[in-house]
């Protein structure tokens, strides 16, 4: 069985650098910046490793659906698709920016609990480890780096590859 990741795109994949100051790589149809080279380096590296199921549960998801997240993908050389975006509870449930992570963390644990999925982690910049336990969740508390912060693409590892 493939293990699911559900990925947040700011801060993890594009790091403060593409989205504060690098407007010279925007992308002017789909109005969004580059990814960090090296941190698709990292990620492309966990998806050869682990051939995961890639679940979208950044903000990206409100803006564009999963057809135009994939051709983004691409144009970042990103070497897999995403399946799905969770569903947005922004404004449903949650209103206030005090329960960002709040939101993302139930928005994912949904996902999780309607689709049964038992093999699966989180990454995200966001800290949503009190409500996901840390068997299941890694932050890339470092904007300016994301994913390819020293230790995280070992701890990505680690999680998927001993559940």
Request: charged share 30%; glycine share 4%.
């Amino acid at each position: 069985m493939r293990p699911t990741i559900f990925l947040d795109i700011d801060g993890v994949l594009a790091t403060t650098h593409q989205y504060y100051t690098n407007r010279k790589k925007w992308h002017e149809m789909y109005d969004c910046y580059r990814f960090d080279e090296k941190c698709v380096k990292v990620f492309n590296d966990i998806i050869e490793k682990t051939n995961p199921v890639i679940i979208l549960s950044s903000d990206w998801g409100k803006k564009y659906s999963i057809e135009v997240m994939n051709e983004i993908f691409k144009w970042n050389s990103v070497n897999t698709v995403v399946t799905d975006i969770t569903t947005d509870l922004w404004g449903v449930k949650f209103k206030s920016a005090s329960q960002l992570e709040d939101c993302r963390a139930d928005e994912i644990l949904k996902y999780v609990h309607e689709h049964d999925i038992k093999h699966w982690i989180a990454i995200d910049d966001l800290n949503l480890s009190p409500w996901i336990s840390e068997e299941h969740f890694v932050q890339t508390p470092r904007a300016n780096e994301g994913i390819k912060q020293s230790g995280v693409k070992n701890k990505i590892l680690k999680l998927i590859q001993n559940e």
